[in-house]
């Protein structure tokens, strides 16, 4: 239980601390790198599909 004291205080000084934006703190991907790595995946995963349904039949 000594210890929550510490993570309240912790979340606390988080949650309050406005030193810099959080842009500055936690650098962003650029969305067109997600989004072309949401749809390779995407592609890749369709392509195993439809090769083990293809070689099953």
Known sequence: MANDTGI???TKKAVTDNERPL???A?????????????????VVSGVVALIMWSAN
Do not use: D, H, N, R
Not at 27 to 43: K, N
């Open 27 to 43: 650098p962003g991907t650029p969305f067109i790198f997600v989004a072309l790595s949401y749809l390779a995946v995407l592609a």
């Open 8 to 10: 309240i205080e912790e």
């Open 23 to 25: 842009g500055e703190q």
